[in-house]
């Protein structure tokens, strides 16, 4: 079906194409002569001096792009309708959620956008995993992975899922935003890789109660983690974070170890705060139905890590994000 959609559109905009392309050719020439035929100026098939009404070529036009735009909207929804589905009031298609679970996006401890190629394909590597697959990246995306951080991904290609857009994410497309095959290895970027049998580190938690802790928890993590959870629960409904145990590498700014939260899909918007120390957070509370969690350790000195839990979430008196 979905092939059937994509090969219609390709047929309906070269036709769409060639009649623009002659009417903007006839009208051209038109111009060139000093005058502008009648012919030009209606559409083909109806008759002069027969009493019929043309429409103009213009109005055509006008017709043949919404018309257009009609046909591709609808072959767009019927693609996200057959991709996306309800599962226990979650927005997800289910049949790839076991597939997904081993797609992770990966930061070099230098920060955002450090990884050359080669370096991209080491890090996924050594976690005993290989750089995803622009298959495996949408399946992921489709459940609700969303990260506003460009990186790479098998073959050389370089782009990142979203699940919704916003003005600094994405650039008004939801899917994957595709960068291509870059020709330049040397490019630095973050990575995505895929290890369905990884370690529990980050994912996307769509349970209304659930426990997240720190990689290896009760013992203390590992040096050199970067973690993401995405918290999406159902719409109108609230996320509710209460800390159990807390214990990360202090210093005065968190610079090392910490535990960052945002009030939105990424960890770009909504910034709430950057924990760090053994000092007992305050429960949080999301704006909307979605949340993001970034734990990062440096290359020194662990600690015992943390335990919270998502009690039920509260329904929300207004929508959603």
């Not at 060639?18 to 060139?32: F, G, I, P, W």
């Not at 609700?144 to 600094?168: E, L, Q, T």
């Not at 290896?216 to 983690?225: A, F, L, T, V, W």
């Not at 202090?250 to 090392?256: F, G, V």
């Amino acid at each position: 079906m979905q092939q059937d959609c994509q090969c219609g559109q390709r047929r309906s905009m070269m036709k769409f194409l060639v009649l623009r392309n002659v009417a903007d050719l006839t009208e051209s020439k038109s111009r060139q002569t000093g005058y502008k035929s009648l012919d030009a100026r209606w559409a083909p098939g109806t008759a002069r001096g027969s009493g019929v009404t043309g429409v103009p070529m213009n109005a055509a036009r006008d017709i043949g792009m919404r018309l257009f735009g009609l046909i591709w909207t609808a072959c767009l929804v019927l693609q996200e309708t057959q991709a996306w589905g309800y599962k226990n009031g979650i927005l997800h298609n289910s049949i790839w959620l076991e597939q997904a679970a081993g797609v992770y996006h990966r930061e070099s401890r230098k920060g955002r956008y450090q990884l050359t190629y080669t370096q991209a394909r080491a890090v996924c590597k050594y976690e005993g995993g290989a750089l995803a697959t622009y298959e495996q990246l949408e399946a992921a995306r489709q459940i609700g992975f969303h990260v506003c951080s460009a990186g790479w991904f098998d073959r050389g290609r370089v782009g990142y899922p979203i699940v919704k857009s916003g003005s600094n994410c994405g650039f008004g497309k939801i899917g994957i935003v595709d960068y291509g095959y870059r020709l330049n290895k040397s490019e630095r970027w973050d990575v995505y890789c895929y290890n369905p049998t990884a370690k529990q580190c980050g994912g996307v938690l769509t349970d209304q109660q659930r426990i997240i802790q720190s990689p290896g928890y009760p013992e203390e993590y590992e040096d050199e983690q970067i973690c993401y959870w995405h918290i999406r629960l159902r719409y109108n409904q609230q996320i509710h974070l209460r800390f159990l145990e807390f214990d990360v590498e202090d210093d005065t700014d968190c610079l090392a170890d910490y535990l960052e939260i945002y009030d939105s899909y990424d960890d770009v918007l909504g910034f709430v705060g950057r924990f760090c120390g053994d000092e007992l957070p305050e429960d949080i509370h999301s704006t909307g139905n979605v949340m993001t969690l970034k734990f990062r350790s440096d290359s020194s000195v662990t600690a015992g890590g943390f335990q919270m839990e998502c009690p039920l979430s509260l329904f929300l008196s207004g929508g959603s994000k």
